[in-house]
């Protein structure tokens, strides 16, 4: 397994919208594998093709120690309305509030190509919308407000300046470390045992997808 290079906002290849897979192959596999590799290494909890410069239909997920693979997915309907803060692995350091749906049925095929079909709320509701934005070139910056946009625009052409030629490079001497203590982290139970009632020295919970 490899850890691959982010794309970051300013890649065209995260505007662009992906093509469906034809058939789940070994080469898609690994590159599935990589992908997982990759979200644990830079401590996500979702990351869509278009963000490693792959222009497949196909995106990973795993927001509480399931993980997720979703080829050529579709949301057949949705329902409710959530707002909640959200961040990309595409948008370093930059945070928003983004209204959705807060409850999806999603279908799509699985890493050995069966069909599936899910019904999500809370987080992974957020996060296969927020995933499947990205399969169509779309980013959670573009449902925020003109005004809220342009200030975090502002803030983004600080951090972009880190980001030479739109590459965010994961630092190979730690990355497999780093995506090793996020996989036990999120197989681990949580210690408060209901959401919401969070651990207060915890660091405050910003997902990146
Ligand atoms: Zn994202």
Known sequence: MSVLDIRVLGDPVLRERTTP?????????????DMFETM?????IGLAAPQVGRS????VADVDGTPYVFVNPEIVSSEGLDRAEEGCLSIPE?????NRPDWVHARALDRDGNPFEIEATGLLARCIQHE?????GKLFIDYLSLLKRKFVMRNWEREAAKYPDFIRRLDPATASQTAERTRSR??????????GQADPT???FEPEL
């Open 56 to 59: 497949e239909r196909v995106f």
């Open 132 to 136: 499947l934005d990205h399969l169509d």
């Open 94 to 98: 930059i945070f928003g509030d983004v």
């Open 186 to 195: 999120r197989n681990r139970p949580r210690d408060d045992g209901e959401q």
């Open 21 to 33: 897979v034809a058939a789940v192959t070994d080469e898609l596999r690994a590159l599935i594998d």
């Open 202 to 204: 915890a660091p405050p």
């Open 40 to 44: 644990y290494a830079a401590e996500g």
